[in-house]
């Protein structure tokens, strides 16, 4: 039987399984009633997948739009289909030779600052992008390839971690949007021989990381006893600046009214968007987000109190 679950459980997303279908298992394992994840993460790839539960849902939207972290394994001398392992080999390369290791690293290492920083992709026709209400990848099982604008995207830091050549292992950190499938087939194409992504592990979403993750199989064995392994609601906003209202205050932002709030200058944010709590010892003293606009709050997602 379903029941009100509210928080947060930071999954490590097993290989095999749709983010969908691992944010099903989670709902299955808390007997949640509703649940919803912050980001895909393709089959194939395994790692940081936060899920959602009950009101944590109204915030899930906040770390879609957050910077991730990647572990990705590339293999170089091949383009396929799809850009991972998945897909069928299209095209072999030779791969370049080098007089030794040292010079096969330097090699690589002159390949990051092309992508490095604000740079343009151009999505795969394997994804869910839509055009005309379809998504990319139905077109592309059909044998039709579609003219794809390319977009913005930023790289804020990426290097390799290790050789085991015609394999080779990058660390990567990025702005939503990234593609890790198109950004191994770009490296192959500036190398010269091509390439696709074999392996792929997210190891942070935005302040989240995946040393505080739980594997499907360890929730499954607990099952819904009450409060395990959740993260609270707010867990996933705390990089917002935060406020507290006094008992007055809080009933009328929670009624969705705008609240007057004078502030000393000790509050360095003129306008933000920030995290709202009650000035109360109780364990359920998280409002919701707020606009703070010109000394004015203005209610985003209040969370339905637990009555």
């Known amino acids: 039987m379903s029941q009100r679950v509210d928080g947060v459980v930071l999954l490590d997303k097993p290989s095999g399984i749709s983010s969908q279908g691992a944010v099903t298992a989670v709902k299955r394992a808390l007997q949640a009633e509703k649940a919803g994840h912050t980001g895909t993460l393709d089959p194939m790839a395994t790692g940081l997948l936060p899920v959602c539960l009950g009101e944590a849902t109204k915030y899930s939207q906040d770390l879609l739009d957050a910077d991730k972290t990647y572990i990705a394994q590339i293999r170089f001398g091949a383009h396929t289909s799809t850009g991972d392992a998945e897909g069928e080999i299209i095209q072999q390369l030779a791969l370049p030779v080098f007089a030794d290791d040292i010079a096969r690293q330097i090699c690589l290492e002159a390949l990051l600052p092309k992508f490095t920083g604000c740079i343009t992709q151009v999505p795969p026709m394997y994804s869910a992008l839509k055009r005309d209400g379809k998504p990319l990848y139905e077109y592309a099982r059909a044998g039709v390839e579609l003219e794809r604008p390319a977009r913005g995207i930023t790289i804020h ?58 594997t499907l199989e360890t929730l499954q064995s607990k099952g819904a006893e009450k409060g395990v392994d959740l993260l609270p609601i707010d867990a996933l906003l705390q990089t917002l600046p935060q406020l507290t209202l006094d008992e007055l205050q809080a009933k009328r932002l929670g009624l969705g009214q705008r609240v007057p709030l004078a502030l000393s200058n000790a509050f360095p944010w003129a306008d933000a968007l920030v995290r709202i709590y009650r000035a109360t010892s109780a364990p359920h003293n998280f409002i919701g987000t707020a606009d703070w606009r010109s000394g004015v709050l203005h209610p985003r997602r209040l969370i339905s109190q637990v009555s």
Do not use: F, M
Not at 181 to 207: I, Q
């Open 157 to 214: 830091a990426i290097r390799w971690t290790a050789v085991n050549w015609p394999e080779a292992t990058l660390e990567v950190s990025c702005s939503k949007g990234t593609y890790i499938r198109v950004l191994a087939e770009d490296l192959g194409t500036a190398l010269g021989c091509g390439a696709h992504l074999v392996g792929l592990r997210r190891t942070a979403v935005g302040h989240l990381s995946l040393q505080q993750s739980i």
